[in-house]
């Protein structure tokens, strides 16, 4: 079968088309037949080996697969059953789905979500999943549409993307927060956000807090802009971490959450217990499926456009979701 492979070399890592036979895969039960994946933004830092993600070497690339079961040694899985995988350690510490086979332990096997196709399930894929945990987890604590205006960063990704979709269909006033403000107003409107603004516009006034003035924020940048959007959430508001993309360091103060009851709630999708993982996909597949589910999908690739898809990710100049083909 063919695969792209992310190996360790003297000058970093690289990723490359080959042929690898079942019996290489990381150890597993469940042997499936890939018919799509997905690109997020942390299979093009592998790919590109822009970030250090594998645990091991060599991996096949990829952390989500949908297909069929092909063989199963567990009672729980039959041929030709369709099912999902993502996160659990695919290209860090497993083969992921950047191949026409992958071979996983049952633990990680979600069967397909009633409601979604194969296909679905990989254009919502591990950056839809974890928009659909954020948003749980907000609403689990207390965040509501009176509290006031979500703040989406790194709007145009896949997280943002979904995140926004979801929030809006909730009743919750989006603004999209993002550099792209021209060339992906209209997409980001689209999907339900009251409001496109630059990064710029949540400024820092150099206090420990700022005047609040939202209600709460879906945060996938990190760093700086965490830290100010932070200091000027409402009381009670939540912000839900996913992302880095801005930097891993966390500048702030305890007031804004002792004083204010600010919750920062940190969403470790990778590792997401199965019960709560179907509940989310059950979500995700029935009444909070996302209305806008196809139009997030801007690009369809083949195993062999993978590694052009994700240079063009990391220079950010691909809007919404990639879709990988594996059926050829």
Same mark, same amino acid.
Request: aromatic content about 6%; proline content about 8%; charged content about 25%.
């Given at each position: 079968m063919r695969a792209i492979r992310i190996d360790r070399t003297d000058d970093g890592t690289r990723a490359a088309l080959q042929d690898v036979?079942?019996?290489?895969?990381?150890?597993? +039960?469940?042997?499936?037949r890939s018919h799509y994946s997905s690109i997020n933004y942390k299979d093009a830092l592998a790919v590109t080996g822009k970030g250090k993600i594998l645990h091991r070497y060599p991996l096949n690339g990829g952390i989500d697969v949908a297909g069929v079961v092909e063989q199963s040694e567990d009672d729980r899985f039959q041929p030709g059953d369709e099912v999902v995988v993502t996160g659990y350690f695919l290209?860090?510490?497993?083969?992921?789905?950047?191949? @026409?086979?992958?071979?996983? #332990?049952?633990?990680?096997? /979600?069967?397909?979500?009633?409601?979604?196709?194969?296909?679905?399930t990989m254009a919502l894929g591990t950056a839809?999943?974890?928009?659909?945990?954020? /948003?749980?987890?907000?609403?689990? +604590?207390?965040?509501?549409?009176?509290?006031?205006?979500?703040a989406v960063t790194g709007a145009t990704g896949g997280v943002g993307s979904f995140a926004i979709s979801l929030l809006a269909a909730r009743g919750f006033e989006v603004k999209a927060v993002t550099r792209k403000t021209d060339s992906a107003g209209e997409y980001l409107r689209g999907l339900g956000a009251a409001e496109v603004i630059s990064p710029d516009d949540i400024p820092d006034d150099g206090k420990p807090m700022s005047k609040?003035?939202?209600?709460?924020?879906v945060d996938s940048v990190g760093g700086e802009l965490l830290a100010r959007l932070i200091k000027q959430i409402v009381p009670y508001g939540n912000v839900a971490a996913i992302g880095l993309a801005g930097g891993v360091k966390l500048e702030t103060t305890v007031l804004p959450f002792i004083l204010r009851g600010v919750g920062l709630q940190g969403i470790h999708s990778? @590792?997401? #217990?199965?019960?709560?993982?179907?509940?989310?996909?059950?979500?995700?597949?029935?009444?909070?499926?996302?209305?806008?589910?196809?139009?997030? /999908?801007t690009q369809t690739v083949t195993l062999d456009q993978v590694a052009e898809a994700c240079q063009a990710i990391i220079a950010g100049e691909i809007t919404g979701r990639t879709v990988v083909d594996l059926r050829g």
């Open positions: 036979s079942v019996d290489e895969l990381t150890e597993g +039960n469940v042997v499936i290209s860090e510490k497993r083969d992921g789905g950047f191949a @026409e086979q992958v071979r996983v #332990p049952a633990d990680c096997v /979600v069967p397909r979500p009633e409601g979604l196709t194969l296909f679905e839809g999943f974890t928009a659909g945990y954020a /948003v749980r987890r907000l609403v689990e +604590n207390h965040q509501t549409p009176d509290m006031g205006p979500i609040p003035g939202w209600g709460g924020g990778v @590792e997401c #217990p199965m019960d709560r993982r179907l509940a989310i996909w059950a979500d995700l597949a029935g009444e909070h499926k996302p209305a806008q589910l196809a139009d997030i /999908v």
